[in-house]
């Protein structure tokens, strides 16, 4: 009868082994790697390496419906320390003046992030944890006031709040 109740426990022990190495996996996932997901939309934010610009601490995408993407990049300000969010659609490719720049920028804002215990932070450049939510004020409105929401583009908003999803390898 023992034997019998031990081996019944493996398969338990075997996916609590399982789902504890998932959880320290995700612990340990650097920002640069994130996967990122809204429930109101579907949408996902994949961030990616930058390499080795000196100007942009993190680059990403938000990934919309319709295949919709829109290329992000964060830059941090010099004179109040924080991470700068810009999602831009369409850009044109190459050298840009600030006008072009601008006219394909959808939204522009600071980047926060939040832990599992409700602490507020600020985004981190690569190298770091990734934190576990990340907040991009009044994107969900910005978003369906531009020129991607709509007709040809995306039609399900995202809130402003992404849970992470996973670590891309």
Same mark, same amino acid.
């Given at each position: ?15 609590? $082994? ?5 959880? &320290? &996996? ?31 601490? %993190?680059?990403?995408? +938000? ?12 830059? !941090?300000?010099?004179?109040? *320390?924080?991470? %700068? $969010?810009?999602?831009? #659609? ?10 072009? +720049?601008?006219?394909?920028?959808? !939204?522009?804002?600071?980047? #926060? ?25 009044? +994107? ?7 020129? *991607?929401?709509? $007709? ?10 992404? *849970? ?6």
């Amino acid at each position: 009868m023992m034997a019998r109740l031990l081996g019944a426990t493996k398969p338990v022990v075997l996916m609590a $082994g399982i789902v504890m190495a998932t959880a &320290a &996996a995700q612990a340990a996932c650097p920002i640069e790697l994130a996967v990122y997901g809204d429930v109101q939309s579907g949408g996902e934010i994949d961030f990616t390496p930058t390499g080795t610009s000196a100007v942009v601490t %993190n680059t990403f995408r +938000l990934i919309l419906d319709n295949n919709v993407v829109l290329n992000g990049i964060v830059t !941090w300000t010099t004179d109040v *320390a924080r991470p %700068n $969010g810009a999602l831009m #659609y369409k850009c044109p490719e190459g050298d840009v003046t600030g006008e072009e +720049l601008a006219a394909c920028t959808l !939204w522009n804002g600071v980047i #926060y992030t939040s832990d599992d215990k409700g602490t507020v932070g600020l985004l981190p450049a690569e190298g770091v944890e990734a934190p576990k939510t990340l907040i991009l004020p009044d +994107l969900g409105p910005v978003l369906r006031q531009s020129r *991607a929401y709509g $007709g040809g583009g995306f039609a399900k908003v995202p809130s402003d709040v992404f *849970a992470m999803k996973g670590c891309q390898e």
